[in-house]
């Protein structure tokens, strides 16, 4: 989905795209979970992308 916003030139909707990617594989349950960490580095790399896409 994120390429294809690209590819759109829709680059809000990419930047969104990137804050789904917050997820990591929990060792103790094998599960995807949120991590804080990630959640937090996406909103940063979101609002950098959009400094310079706009």
Request: net charge positive.
């Amino acid at each position: 989905m994120l390429l294809q916003k690209l590819n759109k030139l829709d680059y809000i909707g990419a930047a969104n795209q990137l804050l789904l990617w917050d997820k990591i594989t929990s060792p103790a349950t094998g599960k995807k979970v949120t991590h804080n960490s990630l959640t937090s580095r996406r909103k940063q790399e979101r609002e950098l992308f959009l400094t310079h896409a706009v």
